[in-house]
Nanobody, 127 residues
Framework: QVQLVESGGGSVQAGGALRLSCVVS????????MAWFRQAPGKEREGVAA????????YYANSVKGRFTISRDNTKNTLYLQIGSLKPEDTAMYSC????????????????????WGQGTQVTVSS
């Protein structure tokens, strides 16, 4: 069974930075497509960024392009999200997700394409 555990969230002021981590266990991470999603209270879950199995391709939501960077280290079974220039609207629960099945990269932001989820780590950005 694939297990994902996130860490690195916290409370920061606007303009600050955080690095989120997601550790994979129970499966070879090199076989997993991975992504970060976020959800704020009262809002739908949205895709933030995704990365191919080997890390060669990355995808971002327009709202975070230029500010967030997704990466992975398969030797450490770890996915990362470097978050910079944080805005209050970035406040949300950030969750790591993984898929062991193929789907078109254009659908990376669809939560239904991901079978495995972490419990999330909270990011709170104050003005």
């Amino acid at each position: 069974q694939v297990q994902l555990v996130e860490s690195g969230g916290g409370s920061v002021q606007a303009g600050g930075a955080l690095r989120l981590s997601c550790v994979v266990s129970g499966y070879a991470s090199s076989h997993l497509y991975m992504a970060w999603f976020r959800q704020a209270p009262g809002k739908e879950r949205e895709g933030v960024a995704a990365i191919s199995t080997g890390g060669s391709y990355q995808y971002y939501a327009n709202s975070v392009k230029g500010r967030f960077t997704i990466s992975r280290d398969n030797t450490k079974n770890t996915l990362y999200l470097q978050i910079g220039s944080l805005k209050p609207e970035d406040t949300a629960m950030y969750s790591c997700a993984a898929s062991d099945a193929y789907f078109d990269s254009g659908s990376w932001s669809d939560p239904d394409n991901f079978q495995y989820w972490g419990q999330g780590t909270q990011v709170t950005v104050s003005s």
